[in-house]
């Protein structure tokens, strides 16, 4: 399991024969946990395109410290991924699969959580607490209007991941609220092959 600490990292992924970048790492980001926590082939290539440095978990260690925390996660979102639309036809070992993998994040009132626009859309997001409405400029230079609300259980950043498109529309948060995310290697492995619901 590795962490980024410097420089920068490639992503890609082999489909059809051809190597189709996926993702862009950097200070922070991680990769290798699935192949550990899953006991299964390396899905994806990293290549470093800078020089760099990262830190590095062996397996036994990875899992240690993995075995403390599952229990804990899944009770902890179990019940809340039971309610979100998108994950109802899941067994309750690939809502567990999923919980392993969130990372929940914090975003005050009037915050952007997706911007639309932004390249960079890697993360698949459902809101965990509060709420949130999303804005979406129509036309160049027009001002952005009010398209939808999101309440607890409702999810977003879906579009982008699986059409490798720019975001579509703004998501902010109204009120603060707290959301739980997953990455773009995480969402294609555990959730690629779901139908979209949203255009975000």
């Given at each position: 399991?590795?962490?980024?600490?410097?420089?920068?990292?490639?992503?890609?992924?082999?489909?059809g024969?051809e190597?189709k970048?996926?993702?862009t790492?950097r200070?922070?980001?991680?990769?290798?946990?699935?192949?550990l926590?899953?006991?299964?082939?390396?899905?994806?290539?990293v290549?470093?395109?800078?020089?760099g440095?990262?830190?590095?978990l062996?397996?036994?260690?990875?899992?240690?410290?993995l075995r403390?925390?599952?229990?804990?996660?899944r009770?902890q979102?179990?019940?809340?991924?039971q309610?979100v639309a998108?994950?109802?036809?899941?067994?309750?070992?690939?809502?567990?699969?999923?919980?392993?993998?969130?990372?929940?994040?914090?975003?005050?009132?009037?915050?952007?959580?997706?911007?639309?626009?932004?390249?960079?859309?890697?993360?698949?997001?459902?809101?965990?607490?509060?709420?949130?409405?999303?804005?979406?400029s129509?036309?160049?230079?027009?001002?952005?209007?009010?398209v939808?609300?999101?309440?607890?259980?409702?999810y977003?950043?879906?579009?982008a991941?699986?059409?490798?498109?720019?975001?579509?529309?703004?998501?902010?948060?109204?009120?603060d609220?707290?959301v739980?995310?997953?990455d773009?290697r995480?969402?294609?492995?555990?959730l690629?092959?779901l139908?979209?619901?949203?255009?975000?």
């Open positions: 399991f590795y962490i980024v600490d410097e420089g920068e990292c490639e992503v890609f992924v082999s489909k024969g190597a970048l996926v993702s790492l200070q922070g980001n991680y990769f290798g946990e699935l192949a926590m899953y006991n299964c082939p390396r899905a994806a290539t290549r470093a395109v800078r020089d440095l990262l830190f590095g062996g397996q036994e260690v990875f899992q240690h410290i403390s925390s599952a229990h804990d996660r009770a979102y179990g019940t809340f991924l309610r998108i994950l109802r036809g899941l067994t309750k070992e690939e809502r567990g699969k999923i919980a392993d993998v969130m990372v929940q994040r914090s975003y005050k009132d009037g915050e952007y959580i997706i911007t639309q626009g932004d390249e960079r859309a890697d993360t698949f997001f459902i809101l965990f607490e509060g709420d949130a409405v999303s804005t979406k129509y036309a160049p230079g027009t001002p952005p209007v009010e939808l609300h999101y309440s607890k259980g409702d977003f950043g879906e579009i991941l699986l059409n490798n498109i720019p975001r579509c529309a703004n998501v902010i948060a109204k009120g609220c707290k739980v995310s997953i773009r995480s969402f294609t492995r555990l690629g092959t139908p979209s619901r949203t255009y975000l």
